[in-house]
């Protein structure tokens, strides 16, 4: 053999290896996506799953027979007809008023929202790496992929989840006349919507601590100055999930007790966005409450009014509605 031809025979003896080389190493590197995609599917199909079950139980909460039919269809449907389940039950989710269930539900169902949305972008991710390295000449003509399927996107609508509530601490007075009457103010949205019943209060300012808040509150919003420490409380933390103005929040509300022997109250403090959203004030006894269809938060105002008891406080924070 020639010197020519022994140097044609390592150099094909070299190529091989290089290409044999190269075969194992995208043969491990595949088979790694493999495993990948398939955890990123199984993590997918739980976050899924458990979206249905929180959607199960807030349809069974507020009697949405649509939503829960949704929830069962998206569980028991085959990878065939799952994104479309799947899709079904995203819209129907969106078309709830959040603000009318339990905060801790109203979480959850967020919660369960990101977590769909994350896990499916995980997935994607991993598929479309997958399918990347599988598209390979080497991969191709040494079918380095056995008989192991394509992966597949799984295309679903992201929910329309405006991120992370934004928590909004706040802090209410709940304030009484002589005749234990309690000042609320009725409240819409700007721009229509049902009104509403609330206690004077709002948001806390950056560093202010809940009395202060309550205290200023109160005086911006009634003309009734007051110092934190007159307040008692307090006594009841509200948190509820809410919408406005295309944004989710969390709001965290205390509320503290005063009374007042002045019937008519200032609202020359109120901002901008008060004076736009309230439309009247009123004194209310707890009977009225009791008795009428009006919407009021807390929801249980009433019954809360009548274990008042003179203000003899325990030092106790009920959580309230």
Known sequence: ????????????VVVVLLVIASCVVRAIRLDRLHIRTDAAYAALLAALERRAVVARAVAT????????????????????????????????????????????????????EQRVMLARRVHNDA???????????????????GVTPLPAYFEIADPHVDGTPRVRPASRVVLLDPADRVLLFECAEPGGGQSFWITPGGGRAPGEDDRTAASRELA???????????LVGPVWRREVVFSSQGRTHLADEHFFLARTDRPEIDTAGFEATE????????????????QTPITVYPAQLAELLGRLDGFGWDGSTLRVR
Not at 127 to 145: E, H, I, N, Y
Not at 220 to 230: A, F
């Open 220 to 230: 911006e919003e009634t003309g009734l100055r007051l110092t934190p420490d007159e």
């Open 1 to 12: 053999m020639s010197t020519l031809e022994l140097l044609g025979v390592i150099a094909l």
């Open 275 to 290: 004076r736009a959203s309230v439309l009247r004030y009123r004194w209310w006894t707890a009977d009225e409450l009791s």
């Open 127 to 145: 598929v479309r790496d997958t399918l990347g390295l599988r598209s390979r000449r080497l991969v191709r003509w040494f079918r380095l992929a």
């Open 61 to 112: 909460l507020v009697g949405d027979e649509r939503l829960r039919r949704a929830a069962a269809s998206a569980e028991m449907a085959t990878t065939a007809h799952r994104e479309t389940a799947e899709n079904e039950l995203g819209h129907l989710i969106g078309e709830l008023d959040r603000s009318a269930l339990p905060a801790e539900l109203a979480l959850e169902l967020i919660d369960a």
